[in-house]
């Protein structure tokens, strides 16, 4: 995340920016992104549940590739979810329950 936010301050510098350049919002945990975290490893994918962990897609789901990264958005990481998004309690026992703000 800090290089793509450092990519994104020069492009934005340079006055060659798109529509939503270095903006940093998360990921919900059902979306495939390609990218690595904080410390280096995949970010995975495992939509909140335990049979997904692990689950590294190597490919970007359409909505980050298509939409997302398109105009520049930078992924903070990904957010906590009910498992499978099945849930509308959203308690989930692998992560946690989600805390809405």
Known sequence: MLEDSYKAEEIYSYGQYRGLEGIPIGVKDNIDIAE????????STTAGTSSLIGHNPGFEGMIWHDYM??????SAGKTNMSELGLGTASKNALHGTPLNP
């Open 36 to 43: 690595r975290g904080i410390q280096g490893m995949e970010v």
């Open 69 to 74: 990264r398109k105009y520049g958005v930078i």
